[in-house]
């Protein structure tokens, strides 16, 4: 039983390069979404798709895409990285959003720095 | 602005004591409240919840207490053990204007043996 599985664990890219974190969900969720974890800052929303076909920015999207490719999975693509994009990225999802009891279920992360 | 806080980054307590870890929240449209537990180099886990209709939800050691007039709420964990060391987010969201989850920015908890 995977549940939310992200890809890569760990990545270091140069200042102007570009890469795509991978998720993936075997629950059958509705919805699923990018987080960044900084230091005391918790964690916050960058991007989220509440069915197959629909994305939207959350509260940090700036410098970041999306691609909800099927209902399975979820990218999330930094065009031209920089050292601010340094974090932890989380993948979760939830069975549908906008109840408010969602519960989401998150992947291990990946940590990202941008040097 | 951070609408969901933790003001305490860390705390520490005796194996078989109480955990305490507060969570206090300015946005008054916030009707759902949840707590994540997270180990490290793994990714959140849900632990327990509760609605703004409730003012108390348990779950054999772990109690969510929710305070709507001071917009605070509470994890209380009885008795305390080892396995309970993590950081723990508190998150909350509002079913008006498609607030999705917000979350604090987290406390340490290290149970001491």
Redesign the interface.
């Known amino acids: 039983n995977a549940g939310?599985t992200q890809t890569p664990k760990f990545q270091v890219l140069k200042t102007g390069q570009s890469m795509t974190l991978q998720c993936a969900q075997d629950m059958n969720h509705n919805s699923m979404?990018w987080?960044r974890q900084d230091p005391?800052?918790?964690?916050?929303?960058i991007y989220?798709s509440a069915s197959e076909g629909t994305t939207d920015k959350?509260e940090v999207p700036n410098g970041y895409n999306v691609s909800r490719l099927n209902k399975r999975e979820f990218s999330l693509r930094l065009e031209s990285a920089a050292p601010s994009q340094t974090s932890v990225y989380?993948c979760?999802s939830s069975e549908l959003?906008?109840?408010?009891?969602?519960?989401?279920?998150?992947?291990?992360?990946t940590q990202l720095s941008v040097l | 602005d951070?609408q969901?806080k933790?003001n305490s980054?860390s705390l520490s307590v005796q194996e078989g004591r109480i955990s305490i870890l507060n969570c206090d929240y300015t946005n008054s449209m916030f009707?759902?409240f949840?707590w994540?537990k997270k180990y490290p180099?793994?990714?959140?886990?849900?632990l327990i919840?509760i609605?703004s209709i409730k003012d108390k939800n348990e779950d054999g050691r772990f109690t969510v207490f929710l305070n709507k007039s001071a917009k605070h709420l509470s994890l209380h964990i009885v008795p305390s053990q080892p396995g309970d060391s993590a950081v723990y987010?508190c998150?909350a969201?509002?079913?008006f204007g498609?607030e999705?989850?917000t979350?604090?920015?987290?406390t340490r908890l290290t149970i001491i043996p």
């Open positions: 939310v979404y987080y005391g800052m918790g964690l916050r929303l989220y959350g989380f979760a959003a906008g109840r408010t009891n969602e519960k989401l279920f998150f992947g291990s992360g | 951070q969901v933790q980054p009707d759902y949840l994540y180099a793994e990714g959140p886990t849900f919840s609605s987010f998150a969201s509002s079913n498609n999705k989850l979350f604090g920015t987290g």
